[in-house]
Protein backbone atom coordinates (compact mmCIF):
# COMPACT_ATOMS: atom_id res chain seq x y z
CA UNK A 1 0.00 0.00 0.00
CA UNK A 2 2.70 2.34 0.70
CA UNK A 3 5.25 0.93 -2.10
CA UNK A 4 7.16 4.23 -2.78
CA UNK A 5 9.42 4.21 0.34
CA UNK A 6 12.81 5.57 -0.08
CA UNK A 7 16.42 5.06 1.24
CA UNK A 8 15.04 5.18 4.55
CA UNK A 9 16.80 2.40 6.28
CA UNK A 10 14.62 0.01 8.17
CA UNK A 11 14.73 0.82 12.04
CA UNK A 12 17.08 -0.52 14.42
CA UNK A 13 17.25 -0.12 18.19
CA UNK A 14 18.75 3.91 18.36
CA UNK A 15 21.57 4.82 21.42
CA UNK A 16 20.39 8.22 22.07
CA UNK A 17 23.91 10.29 21.65
CA UNK A 18 25.17 11.03 24.83
CA UNK A 19 25.64 14.56 26.02
CA UNK A 20 23.44 17.83 25.91
CA UNK A 21 19.80 17.86 24.38
CA UNK A 22 20.09 14.75 23.27
CA UNK A 23 15.98 14.25 23.39
CA UNK A 24 16.05 16.91 20.60
CA UNK A 25 16.54 14.03 18.27
CA UNK A 26 14.19 11.58 20.19
CA UNK A 27 11.02 9.78 19.19
CA UNK A 28 9.04 9.05 22.90
CA UNK A 29 6.63 6.16 23.17
CA UNK A 30 3.75 6.74 25.62
CA UNK A 31 2.48 3.56 27.77
CA UNK A 32 -0.34 3.43 29.38
CA UNK A 33 0.56 0.26 31.96
CA UNK A 34 -3.27 -0.63 32.51
CA UNK A 35 -4.05 -1.12 28.91
CA UNK A 36 -0.73 -2.44 27.50
CA UNK A 37 -0.32 -6.32 28.19
CA UNK A 38 -1.60 -8.26 31.14
CA UNK A 39 1.56 -10.69 32.30
CA UNK A 40 -0.39 -12.61 35.23
CA UNK A 41 -4.05 -12.94 33.76
CA UNK A 42 -5.73 -10.43 35.99
CA UNK A 43 -7.24 -8.35 33.22
CA UNK A 44 -5.15 -5.31 33.92
CA UNK A 45 -1.92 -4.67 32.28
CA UNK A 46 1.56 -4.60 34.57
CA UNK A 47 5.05 -4.26 34.23
CA UNK A 48 6.27 -7.80 33.34
CA UNK A 49 3.73 -6.65 30.26
CA UNK A 50 5.77 -4.13 29.13
CA UNK A 51 9.41 -6.29 29.70
CA UNK A 52 7.45 -9.07 27.42
CA UNK A 53 6.56 -6.68 24.64
CA UNK A 54 9.49 -4.17 24.83
CA UNK A 55 11.28 -5.71 21.34
CA UNK A 56 7.51 -4.30 19.70
CA UNK A 57 8.53 -0.69 20.75
CA UNK A 58 12.65 -1.18 20.48
CA UNK A 59 11.69 -2.68 16.10
CA UNK A 60 9.99 1.15 15.73
CA UNK A 61 12.64 2.49 16.06
CA UNK A 62 11.97 4.19 19.65
CA UNK A 63 14.29 6.25 21.88
CA UNK A 64 12.05 6.95 25.40
CA UNK A 65 9.14 5.50 26.93
CA UNK A 66 6.94 7.61 28.71
CA UNK A 67 5.31 5.29 31.56
CA UNK A 68 2.14 6.40 32.52
CA UNK A 69 1.92 6.66 36.63
CA UNK A 70 2.20 2.68 37.88
CA UNK A 71 2.69 4.24 41.76
CA UNK A 72 0.68 3.24 44.41
CA UNK A 73 -2.59 4.45 44.15
CA UNK A 74 -6.11 3.58 44.80
CA UNK A 75 -6.88 3.86 41.34
CA UNK A 76 -9.58 6.29 41.04
CA UNK A 77 -7.99 8.36 38.31
CA UNK A 78 -6.34 5.35 36.67
CA UNK A 79 -2.98 5.65 39.10
CA UNK A 80 -3.26 10.29 38.52
CA UNK A 81 -4.00 9.79 42.26
CA UNK A 82 -1.06 8.73 44.13
CA UNK A 83 -0.86 7.23 47.08
CA UNK A 84 2.82 6.62 47.80
CA UNK A 85 5.38 7.87 45.47
CA UNK A 86 8.23 5.87 45.90
CA UNK A 87 6.26 2.57 45.45
CA UNK A 88 4.19 0.28 42.85
CA UNK A 89 0.37 -0.21 42.84
CA UNK A 90 0.31 -4.12 43.27
CA UNK A 91 -1.54 -3.46 40.14
CA UNK A 92 0.93 -3.25 38.01
CA UNK A 93 3.94 -5.48 39.99
CA UNK A 94 6.78 -4.42 42.25
CA UNK A 95 10.03 -1.97 42.88
CA UNK A 96 11.85 -4.97 41.69
CA UNK A 97 9.89 -5.31 38.22
CA UNK A 98 10.08 -1.67 37.43
CA UNK A 99 14.43 -2.10 38.10
CA UNK A 100 13.91 -5.03 35.56
CA UNK A 101 12.28 -2.88 33.04
CA UNK A 102 14.91 -0.32 33.40
CA UNK A 103 17.86 -3.09 32.55
CA UNK A 104 15.94 -4.12 29.83
CA UNK A 105 15.22 -0.63 28.34
CA UNK A 106 18.78 0.35 28.79
CA UNK A 107 20.11 -2.85 27.26
CA UNK A 108 17.57 -1.85 23.98
CA UNK A 109 19.28 1.48 24.20
CA UNK A 110 16.25 3.38 25.16
CA UNK A 111 15.20 5.80 28.34
CA UNK A 112 13.01 5.54 30.94
CA UNK A 113 10.16 8.73 31.36
CA UNK A 114 8.21 8.60 34.69
CA UNK A 115 4.77 10.44 35.06
CA UNK A 116 5.34 13.04 37.96
CA UNK A 117 1.77 14.00 39.21
CA UNK A 118 2.28 16.66 41.75
CA UNK A 119 -0.14 19.13 41.56
CA UNK A 120 -2.24 16.59 43.54
CA UNK A 121 -2.00 13.67 45.55
CA UNK A 122 -4.25 10.70 46.43
CA UNK A 123 -6.57 11.54 49.24
CA UNK A 124 -5.21 8.61 50.95
CA UNK A 125 -1.68 9.82 50.71
CA UNK A 126 -0.64 9.67 54.34
CA UNK A 127 0.23 13.53 53.86
CA UNK A 128 -3.53 14.46 52.99
CA UNK A 129 -4.82 11.12 55.68
CA UNK A 130 -2.92 13.74 58.34
CA UNK A 131 -3.75 17.28 56.78
CA UNK A 132 -7.54 16.53 56.69
CA UNK A 133 -7.21 15.24 60.41
CA UNK A 134 -7.25 18.42 62.43
CA UNK A 135 -5.73 21.94 61.27
CA UNK A 136 -2.73 21.78 63.83
CA UNK A 137 -1.13 18.78 62.25
CA UNK A 138 1.99 18.12 61.05
CA UNK A 139 0.88 18.46 57.56
CA UNK A 140 -2.21 20.90 57.68
CA UNK A 141 -0.96 23.42 55.77
CA UNK A 142 0.25 20.99 52.68
CA UNK A 143 -3.41 21.42 50.67
CA UNK A 144 -5.18 24.60 49.72
CA UNK A 145 -7.73 24.75 52.94
CA UNK A 146 -10.17 27.17 52.86
CA UNK A 147 -13.36 28.60 55.40
CA UNK A 148 -16.79 28.32 54.03
CA UNK A 149 -17.82 31.32 52.40
CA UNK A 150 -18.24 34.02 55.09
CA UNK A 151 -22.70 34.06 55.79
CA UNK A 152 -22.79 30.37 55.01
CA UNK A 153 -22.89 27.68 57.54
CA UNK A 154 -19.85 24.84 57.40
CA UNK A 155 -21.15 22.22 54.39
CA UNK A 156 -23.97 24.85 52.96
CA UNK A 157 -24.90 24.67 49.49
CA UNK A 158 -23.25 27.93 48.39
CA UNK A 159 -20.32 28.08 50.98
CA UNK A 160 -17.51 27.06 48.87
CA UNK A 161 -15.04 29.35 48.74
CA UNK A 162 -14.95 29.87 45.23
CA UNK A 163 -17.10 29.03 42.20
CA UNK A 164 -14.80 26.97 40.31
CA UNK A 165 -15.92 23.80 38.76
CA UNK A 166 -13.52 20.85 38.52
CA UNK A 167 -12.60 19.34 35.82
CA UNK A 168 -14.00 15.99 36.63
CA UNK A 169 -17.60 17.93 37.02
CA UNK A 170 -19.16 19.45 39.84
CA UNK A 171 -17.67 21.85 42.20
CA UNK A 172 -14.09 22.06 43.24
CA UNK A 173 -14.18 22.05 46.54
CA UNK A 174 -15.07 19.55 49.31
CA UNK A 175 -15.95 20.02 52.82
CA UNK A 176 -14.30 18.28 55.29
CA UNK A 177 -16.16 17.88 59.25
CA UNK A 178 -12.72 17.38 60.95
CA UNK A 179 -11.25 20.69 59.92
CA UNK A 180 -14.62 22.67 59.10
CA UNK A 181 -12.99 23.66 56.01
CA UNK A 182 -12.69 22.85 52.37
CA UNK A 183 -9.96 21.62 50.40
CA UNK A 184 -9.64 22.19 46.69
CA UNK A 185 -9.40 19.15 44.46
CA UNK A 186 -8.97 20.71 40.57
CA UNK A 187 -9.75 17.09 39.58
CA UNK A 188 -11.64 14.56 41.63
CA UNK A 189 -12.41 14.68 44.97
CA UNK A 190 -10.09 12.12 45.88
CA UNK A 191 -7.37 14.02 44.21
CA UNK A 192 -6.63 17.04 46.33
CA UNK A 193 -4.54 19.78 45.44
CA UNK A 194 -1.09 20.16 46.83
CA UNK A 195 0.08 23.74 48.16
CA UNK A 196 3.11 24.37 46.65
CA UNK A 197 3.86 27.90 48.08
CA UNK A 198 4.80 25.45 51.22
CA UNK A 199 8.41 25.01 51.29
CA UNK A 200 8.10 21.85 52.97
CA UNK A 201 5.42 20.31 50.18
CA UNK A 202 8.30 21.60 47.57
CA UNK A 203 11.41 19.79 49.35
CA UNK A 204 9.59 16.64 49.80
CA UNK A 205 8.89 16.64 46.01
CA UNK A 206 12.14 17.48 45.00
CA UNK A 207 13.63 14.85 47.22
CA UNK A 208 11.21 11.97 45.92
CA UNK A 209 12.20 13.37 42.05
CA UNK A 210 15.95 13.04 43.28
CA UNK A 211 15.49 9.58 43.99
CA UNK A 212 13.79 8.31 41.17
CA UNK A 213 16.33 10.07 39.13
CA UNK A 214 19.02 8.05 41.27
CA UNK A 215 17.77 4.87 40.71
CA UNK A 216 17.87 5.17 37.20
CA UNK A 217 15.48 6.85 35.63
CA UNK A 218 15.85 9.42 32.60
CA UNK A 219 13.20 12.07 33.08
CA UNK A 220 9.61 13.31 34.10
CA UNK A 221 6.31 14.00 32.26
CA UNK A 222 5.02 16.65 34.72
CA UNK A 223 1.45 15.89 34.73
CA UNK A 224 -0.77 19.23 34.83
CA UNK A 225 2.70 20.82 36.28
CA UNK A 226 1.12 24.71 35.11
CA UNK A 227 -1.71 24.44 37.66
CA UNK A 228 1.08 24.02 40.58
CA UNK A 229 0.80 27.76 41.57
CA UNK A 230 -2.66 28.99 41.97
CA UNK A 231 -3.52 33.17 42.77
CA UNK A 232 -3.58 32.75 46.71
CA UNK A 233 -6.87 35.08 46.75
CA UNK A 234 -8.33 32.30 44.65
CA UNK A 235 -10.77 34.48 42.99
CA UNK A 236 -13.97 33.53 41.27
CA UNK A 237 -13.91 32.63 37.33
CA UNK A 238 -16.25 33.62 34.89
CA UNK A 239 -19.33 30.93 35.05
CA UNK A 240 -19.63 28.82 31.94
CA UNK A 241 -22.37 26.67 30.59
CA UNK A 242 -22.22 23.97 33.47
CA UNK A 243 -23.00 26.95 36.21
CA UNK A 244 -19.50 26.64 37.78
CA UNK A 245 -16.77 29.11 37.28
CA UNK A 246 -13.70 28.68 35.18
CA UNK A 247 -10.64 28.88 37.83
CA UNK A 248 -8.11 28.37 35.01
CA UNK A 249 -6.48 32.47 34.63
CA UNK A 250 -6.36 32.08 38.42
CA UNK A 251 -3.87 28.78 38.03
CA UNK A 252 -2.85 28.01 34.57
CA UNK A 253 -0.01 30.58 35.06
CA UNK A 254 0.05 31.29 38.19
CA UNK A 255 2.18 33.99 40.31
CA UNK A 256 5.17 31.62 41.67
CA UNK A 257 5.31 29.18 38.36
CA UNK A 258 8.08 30.01 37.11
CA UNK A 259 10.12 30.23 40.39
CA UNK A 260 8.68 26.60 41.32
CA UNK A 261 10.20 25.38 38.60
CA UNK A 262 13.12 27.48 38.35
CA UNK A 263 13.71 25.58 42.27
CA UNK A 264 12.89 22.43 41.07
CA UNK A 265 15.68 22.87 38.29
CA UNK A 266 17.91 23.65 40.71
CA UNK A 267 17.13 21.24 43.52
CA UNK A 268 17.06 18.22 40.87
CA UNK A 269 18.71 18.68 37.80
CA UNK A 270 21.64 20.88 38.12
CA UNK A 271 23.88 19.46 39.98
CA UNK A 272 23.52 15.96 37.93
CA UNK A 273 25.73 15.46 34.88
CA UNK A 274 23.67 14.95 31.32
CA UNK A 275 20.29 16.25 30.69
CA UNK A 276 17.01 14.70 31.20
CA UNK A 277 13.92 14.81 29.57
CA UNK A 278 11.20 17.29 31.40
CA UNK A 279 7.93 17.57 29.39
CA UNK A 280 5.12 19.62 31.42
CA UNK A 281 2.05 19.20 30.53
CA UNK A 282 0.19 22.58 30.22
CA UNK A 283 -3.47 22.97 29.78
CA UNK A 284 -4.55 26.63 28.68
CA UNK A 285 -1.41 27.71 27.79
CA UNK A 286 0.23 29.84 24.99
CA UNK A 287 3.33 29.66 22.65
CA UNK A 288 4.30 32.87 24.33
CA UNK A 289 4.47 31.11 27.90
CA UNK A 290 5.52 27.49 26.42
CA UNK A 291 8.48 29.69 24.63
CA UNK A 292 9.31 31.17 28.25
CA UNK A 293 9.61 27.63 30.20
CA UNK A 294 11.36 26.47 26.95
CA UNK A 295 13.88 29.08 26.06
CA UNK A 296 17.16 26.84 25.63
CA UNK A 297 18.98 29.91 27.64
CA UNK A 298 16.81 30.82 30.08
CA UNK A 299 13.75 28.16 30.71
CA UNK A 300 13.29 25.37 32.74
CA UNK A 301 11.83 22.34 30.71
CA UNK A 302 12.56 21.03 27.72
CA UNK A 303 9.38 20.85 26.34
CA UNK A 304 5.76 21.03 26.96
CA UNK A 305 2.33 19.45 26.12
CA UNK A 306 0.29 22.17 24.84
CA UNK A 307 -3.08 21.73 23.77
CA UNK A 308 -4.60 24.03 21.63
CA UNK A 309 -5.39 22.18 18.60
CA UNK A 310 -6.65 19.35 21.34
CA UNK A 311 -9.36 21.96 21.69
CA UNK A 312 -9.82 22.75 18.24
CA UNK A 313 -13.01 20.43 17.98
CA UNK A 314 -14.38 21.08 21.45
CA UNK A 315 -18.12 22.36 21.98
CA UNK A 316 -19.01 25.68 23.62
CA UNK A 317 -16.84 24.79 27.29
CA UNK A 318 -14.52 22.82 26.07
CA UNK A 319 -16.34 19.30 26.34
CA UNK A 320 -16.74 16.69 24.53
CA UNK A 321 -19.03 16.94 21.36
CA UNK A 322 -19.02 15.22 17.50
CA UNK A 323 -17.57 18.46 16.24
CA UNK A 324 -14.52 18.24 13.73
CA UNK A 325 -11.29 20.63 13.13
CA UNK A 326 -10.79 22.32 10.25
CA UNK A 327 -7.74 21.39 8.13
CA UNK A 328 -7.12 25.19 8.46
CA UNK A 329 -7.86 25.56 11.81
CA UNK A 330 -5.33 22.96 12.71
CA UNK A 331 -3.10 23.92 9.97
CA UNK A 332 -3.25 27.39 11.64
CA UNK A 333 -2.46 26.67 15.34
CA UNK A 334 0.04 23.54 14.51
CA UNK A 335 1.86 25.99 12.38
CA UNK A 336 1.74 28.88 15.14
CA UNK A 337 3.32 26.90 17.23
CA UNK A 338 5.62 25.89 15.03
CA UNK A 339 6.91 28.77 13.90
CA UNK A 340 6.87 30.82 17.79
CA UNK A 341 8.59 28.30 19.44
CA UNK A 342 11.20 28.91 16.63
CA UNK A 343 14.85 28.09 17.44
CA UNK A 344 14.97 29.21 21.03
CA UNK A 345 11.97 27.04 22.05
CA UNK A 346 11.15 23.50 21.81
CA UNK A 347 8.04 21.78 20.18
CA UNK A 348 6.28 18.26 21.95
CA UNK A 349 4.46 17.09 19.26
CA UNK A 350 1.00 14.86 19.56
CA UNK A 351 -1.89 13.29 18.19
CA UNK A 352 -2.68 10.73 20.78
CA UNK A 353 -2.31 10.24 24.54
CA UNK A 354 -4.26 8.04 27.61
CA UNK A 355 -6.84 11.39 27.77
CA UNK A 356 -7.83 11.72 23.75
CA UNK A 357 -9.61 9.95 21.17
CA UNK A 358 -7.68 8.03 18.21
CA UNK A 359 -6.54 10.11 15.62
CA UNK A 360 -7.13 8.07 13.14
CA UNK A 361 -10.75 8.42 14.57
CA UNK A 362 -10.58 12.30 15.02
CA UNK A 363 -8.68 13.78 12.12
CA UNK A 364 -9.10 11.10 10.04
CA UNK A 365 -11.33 8.64 7.91
CA UNK A 366 -11.01 5.47 9.72
CA UNK A 367 -13.92 4.04 7.49
CA UNK A 368 -12.86 4.62 3.98
CA UNK A 369 -9.30 5.51 4.01
CA UNK A 370 -7.84 3.97 7.33
CA UNK A 371 -4.50 3.19 6.29
CA UNK A 372 -3.83 6.48 4.49
CA UNK A 373 -5.58 9.03 6.45
CA UNK A 374 -3.28 7.29 9.97
CA UNK A 375 -0.04 7.66 7.28
CA UNK A 376 -1.08 11.55 6.43
CA UNK A 377 -1.56 12.32 10.17
CA UNK A 378 1.62 10.55 10.98
CA UNK A 379 3.27 12.57 8.50
CA UNK A 380 2.12 15.75 9.04
CA UNK A 381 3.45 15.57 12.64
CA UNK A 382 7.07 13.75 12.61
CA UNK A 383 8.51 16.12 10.13
CA UNK A 384 7.88 18.82 12.67
CA UNK A 385 10.21 20.85 14.68
CA UNK A 386 10.15 19.38 17.81
CA UNK A 387 9.76 16.27 19.90
CA UNK A 388 7.43 13.26 18.55
CA UNK A 389 5.25 11.08 21.31
CA UNK A 390 3.75 8.07 19.64
CA UNK A 391 1.20 7.08 22.03
CA UNK A 392 0.84 2.69 22.07
CA UNK A 393 -1.56 1.45 19.30
CA UNK A 394 -1.41 4.45 17.17
CA UNK A 395 1.43 3.00 15.51
CA UNK A 396 -1.27 0.57 14.57
CA UNK A 397 -3.82 3.07 13.32
CA UNK A 398 -6.10 1.72 16.10
CA UNK A 399 -9.42 3.75 16.45
CA UNK A 400 -12.05 5.10 18.56
CA UNK A 401 -14.27 1.67 20.24
CA UNK A 402 -17.96 1.61 19.51
CA UNK A 403 -19.22 1.48 23.07
CA UNK A 404 -22.82 1.11 23.00
CA UNK A 405 -23.89 2.44 26.06
CA UNK A 406 -22.47 4.29 29.23
CA UNK A 407 -21.80 1.46 30.93
CA UNK A 408 -19.40 0.53 28.84
CA UNK A 409 -17.24 2.82 30.17
CA UNK A 410 -14.76 3.48 32.86
CA UNK A 411 -13.29 7.02 33.05
CA UNK A 412 -14.17 8.85 35.79
CA UNK A 413 -14.23 12.01 33.48
CA UNK A 414 -16.20 10.39 31.57
CA UNK A 415 -18.64 9.09 33.85
CA UNK A 416 -19.21 12.40 35.84
CA UNK A 417 -19.72 13.92 33.31
CA UNK A 418 -22.80 11.60 31.72
CA UNK A 419 -24.06 11.87 34.99
CA UNK A 420 -23.77 15.97 35.61
CA UNK A 421 -24.95 16.62 32.29
CA UNK A 422 -27.70 14.26 31.92
CA UNK A 423 -28.84 13.89 35.48
CA UNK A 424 -28.28 17.49 36.89
CA UNK A 425 -28.27 19.93 33.62
CA UNK A 426 -30.91 17.34 32.15
CA UNK A 427 -29.05 17.24 28.44
CA UNK A 428 -30.40 14.75 25.56
CA UNK A 429 -28.33 11.46 27.04
CA UNK A 430 -27.67 10.30 22.92
CA UNK A 431 -25.97 13.77 22.02
CA UNK A 432 -24.39 13.42 25.55
CA UNK A 433 -23.49 9.80 24.79
CA UNK A 434 -22.47 11.06 20.61
CA UNK A 435 -19.98 13.35 22.33
CA UNK A 436 -18.29 10.85 24.52
CA UNK A 437 -17.93 8.16 22.01
CA UNK A 438 -16.49 10.69 19.70
CA UNK A 439 -13.74 12.34 22.19
CA UNK A 440 -13.73 10.24 25.55
CA UNK A 441 -10.50 8.80 26.86
CA UNK A 442 -11.68 5.63 27.14
CA UNK A 443 -11.38 5.40 23.43
CA UNK A 444 -7.29 5.86 24.06
CA UNK A 445 -7.38 2.98 26.87
CA UNK A 446 -9.25 0.11 25.35
CA UNK A 447 -6.81 -2.77 25.69
CA UNK A 448 -3.43 -2.87 23.04
CA UNK A 449 -4.13 -4.84 20.13
CA UNK A 450 -1.60 -7.63 19.90
CA UNK A 451 -3.22 -10.34 18.11
CA UNK A 452 -6.58 -12.06 16.62
CA UNK A 453 -6.57 -13.91 19.87
CA UNK A 454 -9.26 -13.57 22.41
CA UNK A 455 -9.28 -10.61 24.49
CA UNK A 456 -6.59 -9.21 21.32
CA UNK A 457 -3.69 -10.97 23.08
CA UNK A 458 -3.93 -8.53 26.10
CA UNK A 459 -4.73 -10.70 28.83
CA UNK A 460 -5.82 -14.33 28.95
CA UNK A 461 -8.75 -12.77 31.56
CA UNK A 462 -11.65 -10.75 30.83
CA UNK A 463 -10.05 -7.00 30.27
CA UNK A 464 -10.75 -4.57 33.02
CA UNK A 465 -12.30 -2.53 29.94
CA UNK A 466 -14.06 -4.15 26.34
CA UNK A 467 -11.73 -4.64 23.53
CA UNK A 468 -12.39 -2.98 20.30
CA UNK A 469 -14.74 -5.82 18.11
CA UNK A 470 -11.90 -4.36 15.27
CA UNK A 471 -8.91 -6.53 16.88
CA UNK A 472 -9.56 -9.26 14.40
CA UNK A 473 -8.20 -7.40 11.53
CA UNK A 474 -6.48 -4.42 13.14
CA UNK A 475 -3.32 -5.88 15.75
CA UNK A 476 0.57 -5.59 15.90
CA UNK A 477 0.76 -9.51 14.32
CA UNK A 478 -0.75 -8.95 11.71
CA UNK A 479 1.37 -5.29 11.16
CA UNK A 480 4.96 -5.40 12.67
CA UNK A 481 6.29 -7.97 9.78
CA UNK A 482 4.99 -6.06 7.37
CA UNK A 483 6.48 -2.98 5.74
CA UNK A 484 3.60 -1.76 4.24
CA UNK A 485 1.64 -1.79 7.63
CA UNK A 486 1.14 1.26 9.26
CA UNK A 487 3.44 -0.30 12.04
CA UNK A 488 6.14 -0.08 8.94
CA UNK A 489 5.55 3.51 8.07
CA UNK A 490 6.15 4.56 11.29
CA UNK A 491 9.42 2.85 11.43
CA UNK A 492 10.25 4.90 8.65
CA UNK A 493 9.45 8.04 10.12
CA UNK A 494 11.56 7.92 12.98
CA UNK A 495 14.44 6.77 11.32
CA UNK A 496 14.01 9.68 9.25
CA UNK A 497 14.02 12.19 12.29
CA UNK A 498 17.14 9.86 12.90
CA UNK A 499 18.72 9.84 9.48
CA UNK A 500 18.06 13.71 8.81
CA UNK A 501 19.69 16.74 10.84
CA UNK A 502 16.99 18.60 8.79
CA UNK A 503 13.95 17.07 9.93
CA UNK A 504 14.97 17.51 14.11
CA UNK A 505 17.25 21.11 13.08
CA UNK A 506 15.60 22.65 10.24
CA UNK A 507 13.76 25.74 10.06
CA UNK A 508 9.97 25.15 9.47
CA UNK A 509 7.91 27.79 6.71
CA UNK A 510 4.39 27.17 6.32
CA UNK A 511 3.53 26.48 2.18
CA UNK A 512 -0.07 26.82 0.89
CA UNK A 513 -1.63 28.84 3.39
CA UNK A 514 -4.79 29.12 2.05
CA UNK A 515 -5.38 25.50 0.79
CA UNK A 516 -8.74 24.16 1.67
CA UNK A 517 -6.92 20.52 2.51
CA UNK A 518 -3.63 20.51 2.50
CA UNK A 519 -1.20 20.84 4.75
CA UNK A 520 2.20 21.56 3.63
CA UNK A 521 5.61 22.63 4.88
CA UNK A 522 9.46 22.62 4.38
CA UNK A 523 11.95 22.25 6.91
CA UNK A 524 15.43 23.84 6.09
CA UNK A 525 18.92 23.32 7.22
CA UNK A 526 21.77 24.77 5.28
CA UNK A 527 21.13 23.40 1.63
CA UNK A 528 19.11 20.82 2.60
CA UNK A 529 15.58 21.50 2.00
CA UNK A 530 12.50 18.92 2.79
CA UNK A 531 8.95 19.15 1.62
CA UNK A 532 6.17 17.30 3.24
CA UNK A 533 2.78 17.17 1.48
CA UNK A 534 -0.48 15.86 2.55
CA UNK A 535 -3.51 16.08 2.13
CA UNK A 536 -6.12 16.04 5.15
CA UNK A 537 -9.28 15.35 2.89
CA UNK A 538 -11.21 12.00 1.54
CA UNK A 539 -11.21 13.80 -1.66
CA UNK A 540 -8.69 14.70 -3.61
CA UNK A 541 -6.85 17.91 -4.06
CA UNK A 542 -5.36 20.11 -6.53
CA UNK A 543 -2.29 21.28 -6.46
CA UNK A 544 -0.74 24.84 -7.70
CA UNK A 545 2.68 24.02 -8.53
CA UNK A 546 3.85 27.57 -8.95
CA UNK A 547 2.81 27.91 -5.15
CA UNK A 548 5.63 26.04 -4.20
CA UNK A 549 9.54 26.42 -3.59
CA UNK A 550 11.39 25.44 -6.94
CA UNK A 551 13.10 22.07 -7.38
CA UNK A 552 14.09 19.98 -8.42
CA UNK A 553 12.42 17.21 -6.13
CA UNK A 554 12.87 14.23 -5.36
CA UNK A 555 10.85 11.96 -3.89
CA UNK A 556 11.94 10.62 0.20
CA UNK A 557 8.58 8.60 1.24
CA UNK A 558 5.25 8.12 0.01
CA UNK A 559 2.35 6.82 1.84
CA UNK A 560 0.59 5.35 -1.15
CA UNK A 561 2.09 3.64 -4.12
CA UNK A 562 1.02 5.18 -7.18
CA UNK A 563 3.65 8.06 -6.19
CA UNK A 564 5.35 9.15 -8.90
CA UNK A 565 9.08 8.97 -8.18
CA UNK A 566 10.62 12.68 -8.82
CA UNK A 567 7.44 15.16 -9.13
CA UNK A 568 5.46 16.65 -7.66
CA UNK A 569 1.97 15.95 -8.25
CA UNK A 570 -0.66 18.23 -9.53
CA UNK A 571 -3.41 16.53 -7.67
CA UNK A 572 -3.20 14.65 -4.18
CA UNK A 573 -5.28 11.82 -3.73
CA UNK A 574 -7.09 11.24 -0.88
CA UNK A 575 -5.14 11.40 2.43
CA UNK A 576 -1.98 11.19 -0.01
CA UNK A 577 1.49 11.82 1.87
CA UNK A 578 4.64 13.09 0.30
CA UNK A 579 7.73 13.94 1.78
CA UNK A 580 10.63 15.21 -0.96
CA UNK A 581 14.26 16.57 -0.90
CA UNK A 582 15.09 19.28 -2.88
CA UNK A 583 18.05 18.09 -5.47
CA UNK A 584 20.09 15.04 -4.66
CA UNK A 585 19.43 11.89 -5.67
CA UNK A 586 16.08 10.13 -5.82
CA UNK A 587 15.10 7.96 -3.12
CA UNK A 588 13.00 5.53 -4.71
O1 LIG B 1 -4.65 15.61 32.40
C1 LIG B 1 -4.94 16.94 32.56
C2 LIG B 1 -5.94 17.40 31.63
O2 LIG B 1 -5.80 18.45 31.07
C3 LIG B 1 -7.14 16.57 31.44
O3 LIG B 1 -8.10 17.15 32.27
C4 LIG B 1 -7.58 16.53 30.02
O4 LIG B 1 -7.66 17.80 29.47
C5 LIG B 1 -8.92 15.94 29.91
O5 LIG B 1 -8.93 14.75 30.64
C6 LIG B 1 -9.27 15.64 28.48
O6 LIG B 1 -10.48 14.97 28.47
C7 LIG B 1 -3.76 15.02 33.30
C8 LIG B 1 -3.67 13.54 33.01
O7 LIG B 1 -3.12 13.36 31.74
C9 LIG B 1 -5.02 12.93 33.15
O8 LIG B 1 -5.05 11.58 32.79
C10 LIG B 1 -5.43 13.10 34.60
O9 LIG B 1 -6.74 12.64 34.76
C11 LIG B 1 -5.35 14.55 35.05
O10 LIG B 1 -4.16 15.20 34.64
C12 LIG B 1 -5.35 14.60 36.57
O11 LIG B 1 -4.15 14.06 37.04
Do not use: C
Given at each position: ???A?????????????P?????????????????????????????????????????????????????R???????????????????????????????????????????????????????F??????????????????????????????????????????????????R?????????????????????????????M????????????M????F???????????????????G????????????????????????????????????????????????????????????????????????????????????????????????????????????????????????????????????????Q????????????????????????????????????????????????????????????????????A???????????????????????????????????????????????????????????????????????????????????????????????????????????????????????????????RR??????
Amino acid sequence: MNGADADVSPARPHAAPPGAEWWRSAVVYQVYPRSFADSNGDGVGDLRGIIEHLDHIAGLGIDVIWLSPVYRSPQDDNGYDISDYEDIDPTFGTLADLDDLIVAMHERGMKLVMDLVVNHTSDEHPWFIDSAASPTSEHADWYIWRDPKPGFGPGEPGAEPNNWGSFFSGSAWRFEPRRGQYYLHLFSPKQPDLDWDNPHVRAAIFGMMNRWLDRGVDGFRMDVINFISKDPDLPDGEVVSTGFGDGTPHFAYGPRIHDHLSEMQREVFAHRPGAYLTVGEMPSTTPERALRFTDSETGQLAMVFQFEHMDLDGGPDGKWTENRATVPDLRASLSRWQLELGSRGWNSLYWNNHDQPRVVSRFGDDEHHWFASATALATVLHLQRGTPYVYQGEELGMTNVPFESIDDYRDIETLNHYADAVTRRGLDPAVVLAGIRAKSRDNARTPMQWSAADHAGFSSAEPWIGVNPNHLALNAAAQVDDPASIYGYYRRLIALRHEEPSVVHGDFALLLDEHPTVFGYTRSLGDEVLMMLANLSSDAATLDSSALPPGPWRLLLANTTDADVDTVPAILGPWDARVFRRGGTSGA
